[in-house]
């Protein structure tokens, strides 16, 4: 566009602030931001930001307290009180993925700043024995899965995995997966695609500039899923394939069953358009949002959105009343999300977030402010539960299917790659006592295993009992999920077996690693 049109339009959009540098700037600078600037619609910016701003004070004022009802019974499955059940909701979750039938949609568009490194967090390696990253370790489930399809179906197919990336985190996905090659996926069945980006702003605002020519610019949240699905064309794909059900979910979750068969299957027998997997939230303060109706309608409400009194509300049974702690791991139909993206996208409001945003003041020097001094704005993935007609939640067990990886490692911290670990291990721990294993101490003594309350996985070796370990520290263990995708098919392995820690179990047998790990 030529510069006295951009002019023009900057002026019309309050924005002329953005070209206060201009002169300073090379012509490969003064080009780069022009094509920035080319690909914006500064009034749709604005109108954002007002409305933003807008909600975001009104939200302030308004406690949903008064007006918030608990998910009730009949839209509740459970891992814990439907066990009767889970068998034929994963043989149909199995059916359906036999079929081709169901796509698993990754949001991925996250950096690893807080864990420390410059890469996407799915290039995370916590520290396992086998050194997988968080990528290898959902691409392998997705593979097993396939395989156990097949075996109950008796024909090939296919689980396609669209891989939502930011602009920040395209490129370096893309080379690691191919560098991994597909980590044996088909090539063709992995499918990527960016979210949008929107300009960070100041509070009157005006759009921060992070560079003398370059403007602060940040990923439209997870929610800008749905605008993505449309403008990359990712629903037509998906239409193409054949594809009828969709399961998405976060990067960050070490133990996420990928397109878990026992969801799928609930959500289908429920003849559900939309459905939210979540975790009994057991302490009142945790800062976690709950899955709940409010003024009727399905929705995410935030901790910070409710009383500490509404928050510790409990039932006669003791449990807390709103307690469907959300996971970001959740159940589409594809008619659903094609409703979303041709109806309803453009009505999602963004949610403000106060930042601390760089920029470049008057002189051209960059501050680094130390205090929030402008807005990202966001949309959820969640904002679109409202629009349900069928809307289901299904609930799991914290310690079987969520240990996500936020922070870096540090002294009695949380959700970090310590704490990822160990429930990776734990888990996989479980699954070798419940198939009849056991472990020993240094001095030959069995580690003690008592019973566990809930089962020990969806797709599970069919044990009556559920066991656990008797000790609180974490015994070094890890099952390939070429193995095992969810605790099934270990018996014939470790059945009346003994081992010694470190035990990794893969598709070339049974390691016992020393100290040392030689």
């Given at each position: 566009?030529?510069?006295?049109?951009?002019?023009?339009?900057?002026?019309?959009?309050?924005?002329?602030?953005?070209?206060?540098?201009?002169?300073?700037?090379?012509?490969?600078?003064?080009?780069?931001?022009?094509?920035?600037?080319?690909?914006?619609?500064?009034?749709?910016?604005?109108?954002?930001?007002?409305?933003?701003?807008?909600?975001?004070?009104?939200?302030?004022?308004?406690?949903?307290?008064?007006?918030?009802?608990?998910?009730?019974?009949?839209?509740?499955?459970?891992?814990?009180r439907d066990r009767d059940s889970l068998k034929d909701w994963e043989k149909e979750g199995l059916s359906c993925i036999g079929q081709n039938k169901v796509a698993v949609l990754l949001l991925a568009g996250g950096q690893g700043t807080r864990l420390g490194v410059p890469y996407p967090k799915g290039m995370y390696d916590v520290g396992l024995?086998?050194?997988?990253?968080?990528?290898?370790?959902?691409?392998?489930?997705?593979?097993?899965?396939?395989?156990?399809?097949?075996?109950?179906?008796?024909?090939?197919?296919?689980?396609?995995?669209?891989?939502?990336?930011?602009?920040?985190?395209?490129?370096?996905?893309?080379?690691?997966?191919?560098?991994?090659?597909?980590?044996?996926?088909?090539?063709?069945?992995?499918?990527?695609?960016?979210?949008?980006?929107?300009?960070?702003?100041?509070?009157?605002?005006?759009?921060?500039?992070?560079?003398?020519?370059?403007?602060?610019?940040?990923?439209?949240?997870?929610?800008?899923?749905?605008?993505?699905?449309?403008?990359?064309?990712?629903?037509?794909d998906m239409e193409k394939r054949g594809i009828s059900c969709i399961h998405v979910y976060c990067v960050d979750n070490i133990l996420v069953k990928v397109a878990d068969p026992a969801f799928v299957g609930f959500c289908v027998r429920m003849g559900a358009d939309c459905g939210a997997k979540v975790v009994e939230k057991t302490n009142p303060?945790?800062?976690?949002?709950?899955?709940?109706?409010?003024?009727?309608?399905?929705?995410?409400?935030?901790?910070?959105?409710?009383?500490?009194?509404?928050?510790?509300?409990?039932?006669?049974?003791?449990?807390?009343?709103?307690?469907?702690?959300?996971?970001?791991?959740?159940?589409?139909?594809?008619?659903?999300?094609?409703?979303?993206?041709?109806?309803?996208?453009?009505?999602?409001?963004?949610?403000?977030?106060?930042?601390?945003?760089?920029?470049?003041?008057?002189?051209?020097?960059?501050?680094?402010?130390?205090?929030?001094?402008?807005?990202?704005?966001?949309?959820?993935?969640?904002?679109?539960?409202?629009?349900?007609?069928?809307?289901?939640?299904?609930?799991?067990?914290?310690?079987?299917?969520?240990?996500?990886?936020?922070?870096?490692?540090?002294?009695?911290?949380?959700?970090?790659?310590?704490?990822?670990?160990?429930?990776?291990?734990?888990?996989?721990?479980?699954?070798?006592?419940?198939?009849?294993?056991?472990?020993?101490?240094?001095?030959?003594?069995?580690?003690?295993?008592?019973?566990?309350?809930?089962?020990?996985?969806?797709?599970?070796?069919?044990?009556?009992?559920?066991?656990?370990?008797?000790?609180?520290?974490?015994?070094?263990?890890?099952?390939?999920?070429?193995?095992?995708?969810?605790?099934?098919?270990?018996?014939?392995?470790?059945?009346?077996?003994?081992?010694?820690?470190?035990?990794?179990?893969?598709?070339?047998?049974?390691?016992?690693?020393?100290?040392?790990?030689?």
């Open positions: 566009m030529d510069m006295d049109k951009q002019r023009e339009r900057l002026a019309e959009a309050g924005q002329s602030h953005l070209l206060q540098f201009w002169n300073e700037l090379s012509p490969e600078e003064q080009a780069e931001m022009n094509l920035d600037m080319d690909a914006m619609d500064f009034k749709e910016i604005n109108g954002f930001f007002k409305n933003a701003m807008e909600t975001s004070s009104q939200t302030k004022q308004d406690k949903v307290d008064s007006r918030m009802e608990p998910v009730p019974r009949e839209v509740l499955g459970s891992v814990t024995p086998s050194h997988k990253t968080l990528f290898q370790i959902q691409a392998e489930r997705i593979l097993k899965l396939q395989r156990l399809a097949e075996q109950q179906h008796g024909t090939k197919c296919c689980i396609p995995w669209y891989i939502m990336t930011s602009g920040r985190t395209m490129e370096s996905t893309k080379e690691f997966f191919a560098k991994h090659k597909y980590f044996g996926l088909s090539q063709d069945d992995v499918i990527f695609f960016q979210q949008g980006m929107l300009p960070a702003m100041g509070y009157s605002g005006k759009i921060i500039l992070e560079g003398k020519g370059k403007l602060s610019m940040a990923p439209d949240g997870n929610g800008g899923l749905y605008r993505a699905l449309g403008t990359q064309r990712i629903i037509q303060t945790e800062a976690v949002g709950v899955v709940c109706k409010v003024d009727g309608r399905y929705q995410v409400v935030e901790y910070s959105e409710i009383t500490l009194a509404t928050a510790e509300r409990r039932t006669s049974d003791g449990r807390l009343m709103f307690n469907a702690g959300n996971v970001a791991n959740h159940f589409f139909s594809l008619s659903f999300l094609k409703d979303i993206v041709n109806t309803h996208e453009p009505q999602l409001q963004h949610h403000v977030a106060q930042k601390k945003i760089p920029y470049v003041n008057a002189q051209g020097q960059l501050i680094k402010p130390d205090k929030p001094n402008g807005i990202k704005m966001e949309k959820f993935v969640f904002d679109i539960f409202q629009f349900a007609k069928t809307f289901v939640v299904y609930e799991v067990l914290r310690e079987d299917e969520f240990s996500p990886l936020k922070n870096a490692d540090s002294q009695d911290g949380k959700d970090n790659p310590t704490t990822a670990r160990h429930a990776l291990m734990s888990l996989h721990h479980r699954w070798v006592l419940n198939a009849g294993g056991h472990f020993i101490d240094e001095n030959g003594t069995r580690v003690p295993a008592i019973p566990r309350h809930g089962p020990a996985g969806t797709v599970s070796a069919g044990v009556t009992q559920n066991l656990k370990d008797g000790t609180d520290l974490p015994i070094k263990c890890e099952i390939s999920p070429l193995v095992s995708y969810g605790g099934e098919g270990l018996e014939a392995l470790v059945k009346g077996r003994e081992f010694r820690p470190t035990l990794v179990i893969n598709e070339n047998g049974l390691h016992e690693l020393v100290k040392n790990g030689l």
